[in-house]
T-cell receptor, first 116, second 112 residues
């Protein structure tokens, strides 16, 4: 079946640095991808919608200059956390919309970010 | 705006017993409804989804869910749970543009 891959699965970075997380749809083209974050023992919150070839749309309260999203191709979206701080430590998970297979949404494995 | 309520934070069930997880949603239009399962430290796996049609939806791993519009509910059931079903379960409602709003999740513990 369709697979969405995220990389890296775990990353530790120093406070003030930037870190990039990749989300790839492996066997289908995804013009639309979504980025969520999940704090420990909490639910997932939508951060932004990533649209291939256009700017991402961000949910209210999400800083677009801090969480840079680039959807450069039909199979790749990247989330860059800029000037990371410890409070950005979270589980970031992407999903991709497969419009061909009945508009099915597939989630990646998630990426654990720890900012020290 | 849409929202999802999962009333049960934690459920413990014996292996072989039946399981039902509750989900209530709030959405002005016809909802797209999903159930996902998340194992510790893992991503989400789609169990089943409802877009339209038959209100009883069959999913993977022996799960099913029933959409009841009158009750704004989409409860998940499994007749006989296995130890491997221990996980976090999330109900979600989707909009026309496929943005998902998730419930808080229900942790399922399976005892031998």
């Amino acid at each position: 079946g369709a697979v969405v891959s995220q990389h890296p699965s775990r990353v530790i970075c120093k406070s003030g640095t930037s870190v990039k997380i990749e989300c790839r749809s492996l066997d289908f083209q995804a013009t639309t991808m979504f980025w969520y974050r999940q704090f420990p023992k909490q639910s997932l919150m939508l951060m932004a919608t990533s649209n291939e070839g256009s700017k991402a749309t961000y949910e209210q309260g999400v800083e677009k200059d801090k969480f840079l999203i680039n959807h450069a191709s039909l199979t790749l979206s990247t989330l860059t956390v800029t000037s990371a701080h410890p409070e950005d430590s979270s589980f970031y998970i992407c999903s991709a919309l497969d419009r061909i297979s009945g508009n099915t949404i597939y989630f990646g494995e998630g990426s654990w970010l720890t900012v020290v | 705006a849409q929202s999802v309520t999962q009333p049960d934070i934690h459920i413990t069930v014996s292996e072989g017993a039946s399981l039902e997880l509750r989900c209530n949603y709030s959405y002005g239009a016809t909802p797209y409804l999903f159930w996902y399962v998340q194992s510790p430290g893992q991503g989400l796996q789609l169990l089943l989804k409802y877009f339209s049609g038959d209100t009883l939806v069959q999913g993977i791993k022996g799960f099913e869910a029933e959409f009841k519009r009158s009750q704004s509910s989409f409860n998940l059931r499994k007749p006989s749970v296995h130890w491997s079903d221990a996980a976090e379960y999330f109900c979600a409602v989707g909009t026309n543009d496929y943005k998902l709003s998730f419930g808080a999740g229900t942790t399922v513990t399976v005892r031998a």
